[in-house]
């Protein structure tokens, strides 16, 4: 994802997503993983741009993309999704354990940089288990938090049965046992090397 944008970039974007609110009284929303690692660059660039983070306990993510190697890559060894090029080289494994651990690992401390610097009524955040749970009441947050910038009259969410968060194990459960010390050893580790107290996982 660009990292920076032309003054053209910036001024052509504002004034499509001002024409899009203008005509369908709506807000555009966009769910794209990879806005994760630019949106200090979108925040800066997009005058009335708004964030929803959806965050869920890692270790299901890490398990959601181990799996996801297995049935569209073929291969527990080979990459896939947002941040998966950031893993060690010397890390790959027939398991995709530490791999996976460290992918994770890099998305939340990333997603956590970038959400420092983006003014605090601009950020949503949401809980996946939440949402999952209550989801007319995360939706009405949102909107009563985004729906005062959108011309013309508002429109009332309506009501949401709740989803099946998706919770369960998919893999051996030794495996998600050493999933689950992983993703912590990983976090711990980039939150170390953030500090200066770095610590090599064995």
Not at 45 to 68: G, H, M, T
Not at 96 to 116: D, F, M, P, R, S
Not at 182 to 201: A, F, M, R
Request: charged residues 20%; proline residues 5%; contains cysteine.
């Amino acid at each position: 994802p660009q990292q920076d944008l032309s003054h053209q970039q910036k001024v052509e974007m504002n004034h499509f997503f001002k024409l899009w609110m203008s005509i369908f009284k709506k807000p555009f929303l966009n769910k794209n993983n990879r806005n994760t690692t630019c949106l200090e660059v979108l925040a800066s660039s997009l005058e009335n741009a708004y964030f929803i983070v959806v965050k869920r306990d890692p270790v299901f993510i890490a398990q959601s993309l181990l799996c996801a190697r297995e049935e569209i890559q073929g291969s527990r060894t080979i990459g896939w999704g947002l941040g998966s090029n950031h893993t060690s080289r010397d890390r790959i494994c027939k398991t995709g354990l530490h791999q996976v651990a460290e992918q994770v690992a890099w998305i939340y401390t990333n997603l956590e940089q970038q959400t420092q610097n983006i003014p605090a009524h601009r950020l949503i955040h949401v809980n996946y288990e939440t949402f999952c749970q209550e989801p007319i009441t995360v939706i009405s947050e949102i909107y009563n938090c985004i729906w005062s910038t959108i011309p013309g009259p508002p429109i009332q969410p309506k009501p949401l049965k709740a989803f099946k968060a998706s919770q369960h194990i998919r893999i051996s459960h030794d495996e998600f046992s050493q999933l689950q010390t992983l993703v912590q050893e990983y976090l711990t580790n980039i939150s170390h090397i953030e500090d200066g107290s770095h610590k090599p996982i064995s």
